[in-house]
T-cell receptor, first 111, second 114 residues
Framework: DVKVTQSSRYLVKRTGEKVFLECVQD?????MFWYRQDPGLGLRLIYF???????EKGDIPEGYSVSREKKERFSLILESASTNQTSMYLC??????????FGSGTRLTVV | KQEVTQIPAALSVPEGENLVLNCSFT??????LQWFRQDPGKGLTSLLL?????REQTSGRLNASLDKSSGRSTLYIAASQPGDSATYLC?????????????FGKGTLLTVNP
């Protein structure tokens, strides 16, 4: 089975901190994604990557950046964390024509 | 722009009941449709994937159907159990230039009572 691993289940950070969320997949998938999930708003796409060093903005990229230096790893970066970035962050990958596999999520709280 | 709607938003049933969750989407030009399950505070677990050329998929007590022309999918759960309690999410993957992207419904919160 494909595994998508998010390095932290829970994170608490202070306003203004630079925050890194890490995601690793073990099945050589080309495409990787970062979503955030908020009550009442559902899942929204932040960024995605279809190859190493390639990235594209999703629906809500403001305040975020990403890095994909290796195929298996996709990092989400909050340049200066703010309280409105408190959310559940979900990483996913897909090989292309198949379905998506999601990680277990990172609950980020910014205080 | 693709929009996905799931009805009902919440459903409470007694154990053993058969039930149907509904998903509708506005743009029938889809690549595939995927049903997920999400337990509180956890990530998404894939249940069933239906390609646009398929009509249905089955896994154990779960059966998902797809009617692309009418923009509808249903998830049928047979003989429900308390362990089925979770939020069920429907997601549609677009075809053409935006075929990377999943558009999600808001989910159906299912509670199965013992």
């Amino acid at each position: 089975d494909v595994k998508v691993t998010q390095s932290s289940r829970y994170l608490v950070k202070r306003t203004g901190e630079k925050v890194f969320l890490e995601c690793v997949q073990d099945m050589d998938h080309e495409n990787m994604f970062w979503y955030r999930q908020d009550p009442g708003l559902g899942l929204r796409l932040i960024y995605f990557s279809y190859d190493v060093k390639m990235k594209e903005k999703g629906d809500i990229p403001e305040g975020y950046s990403v890095s994909r230096e290796k195929k298996e790893r996709f990092s989400l970066i909050l340049e200066s964390a703010s309280t409105n970035q408190t959310s559940m962050y979900l990483c996913a990958s897909t090989p292309g024509p198949g379905g998506y596999t999601f990680g277990s999520g990172t609950r980020l709280t910014v205080v | 722009k693709q929009e996905v709607t799931q009805i009902p938003a919440a459903l409470s049933v007694p154990e053993g009941e058969n039930l149907v969750l509904n998903c509708s989407f506005t743009d029938s030009a889809i690549y595939n449709l995927q049903w997920f399950r999400q337990d509180p505070g956890k990530g998404l677990t894939s249940l069933l994937l239906i390609q646009s050329s398929q009509r249905e998929q089955t896994s154990g007590r779960l059966n998902a159907s797809l009617d692309k022309s009418s923009g509808r999918s249903t998830l049928y759960i047979a003989a429900s159990q308390p362990g089925d309690s979770a939020t069920y999410l429907c997601a549609v993957r677009g075809s053409g230039g935006s075929n990377y992207k999943l558009t999600f419904g808001k989910g159906t919160l299912l509670t199965v009572n013992p």
